[in-house]
């Protein structure tokens, strides 16, 4: 040891680059996977409109009698059938906000409990 680095101290923990290194790398990839999901819910939302369209051929044949409870009355098809659309762009619109924060994932984790709930209810009301 010489005169000029007396005062410095050695850790024997992890550099700080590394610890640097790692906290960068963690945010990166919180940006992938929020990114990843953002761009999940769009795809959802178009097999939720292809789900839609079928689900409407399906019925195309029923007459009042044969299918009186197809599709529920308490919502309305234009919701889902446009909804999905508008819950994808809002999704990639406010993930770009809420992408860096730590937070930010919880936007396309509800998007995509919405569309699951969309293709539930439709699900469930054309299989009866």
């Known amino acids: 040891m010489s005169e000029e680095n007396r005062d410095v101290k050695v850790d024997d923990g992890v550099a700080p680059s590394a610890a640097t290194g790692d906290a960068a790398r ?5 940006l992938w996977v ?3 999901l953002a761009a ?4 959802v939302a178009g097999f939720v409109m292809v789900y839609f ?14 299918c009186q409870h197809v599709g529920p009355t308490w919502l309305s098809p234009d919701v889902s059938f446009y909804g ?4 994808a762009a809002v999704t990639v619109i406010v ?6 924060r730590r937070w930010g994932i919880v936007v396309p984790i509800v998007a995509l409990v ?3 709930a969309d293709i539930g209810i439709l699900a469930g009301t054309v299989a009866q």
């Open 34 to 36: 929020n990114w990843a």
């Open 114 to 116: 919405l569309l699951g």
């Open 26 to 30: 963690t945010k990166r990839l919180r």
């Open 95 to 100: 993930s770009i906000f809420t992408t860096p």
């Open 53 to 66: 369209f079928g689900a409407v051929m399906s019925t195309a044949a029923c007459s009042q009698k044969q």
């Open 84 to 87: 999905p659309p508008v819950v």
């Open 40 to 43: 999940l819910t769009v795809v």
